[in-house]
T-cell receptor, first 111, second 115 residues
């Protein structure tokens, strides 16, 4: 089955800087979601972008989607130490469940 | 309930023993998912329940793994004759109707260590 692949695997930045994470996938999708995971526990949904959308905002989060390149990016602006977590993209396969999660990007925000 | 709950939080067992992991989904959610996450890795889909339909078991890694969902609510994931490679965090999630455009709500996970 297809899988989203996040890039980079790990990212370390200073507080206040912006963090950009990328996700690539293999087959057509209806939706792409981003989730955050703190300390290896449960994931929390951040944002969903549909295949007919190119950009979506939620607070300090900005997500873009390029279906021609089969890629998405998650931008966190003005990062905070509390943003330290792993971030995962999740894709459907032409609208089917279950979602397929990538391996994630580990973000460290240094105060 | 307020969220998805899982028990136990942590489980240490000896190789060869059976373990049962429990998941209580959000009340009224018809879809329930089990995932496995090995250290530093992504989520590996295991099994998916949707209403009264037959579960999607395509992600179960071996016949030692099985899951039930009783009464359309609580689910139990059973691992028989545990192996060291079964050590991982087992995450449960639920969603309202089981469609791909829905948010999945995750429990805190059960950390399983097989010695």
């Amino acid at each position: 089955s297809q899988q989203g692949e996040e890039d980079p695997q790990a990212l370390s930045i200073q507080e206040g800087e912006n963090a950009t994470m990328n996700c690539s996938y293999k087959t057509s999708i209806n939706n792409l979601q981003w989730y955050r995971q703190n300390s290896g526990r449960g994931l929390v949904h951040l944002i969903l972008i549909r295949s007919n959308e190119r950009e979506k905002h939620s607070g300090r989060l900005r997500v873009t989607l390029d279906t021609s390149k089969k890629s998405s990016s998650l931008l966190i602006t003005a990062s905070r130490a509390a943003d330290t977590a792993s971030y995962f993209c999740a894709t459907d396969d032409s609208g089917n469940t279950p979602l397929v999660f990538g391996k994630g990007t580990r973000l460290s925000v240094i105060a | 309930g307020a969220g998805v709950s899982q028990s136990p939080s942590n489980k240490v067992t000896e190789k060869g023993k059976d373990v049962e992991l429990r998941c209580d989904p959000i009340s009224g959610h018809t879809a329930l998912y089990w995932y496995r996450q090995s250290l530093g890795q992504g989520l590996e889909f295991l099994i998916y329940f949707q209403g009264n339909s037959a579960p999607d078991k395509s992600g179960l890694p071996s016949d030692r793994f099985s899951a039930e969902r009783t009464g359309g609510s609580v689910s139990t994931l059973t691992i028989q004759r545990t192996q060291q490679e079964d050590s991982a965090v087992y995450l449960c999630a639920s969603s309202s109707q089981g469609t791909a455009q829905e948010t999945q709500y995750f429990g805190p996970g059960t950390r399983l260590l097989v010695l």
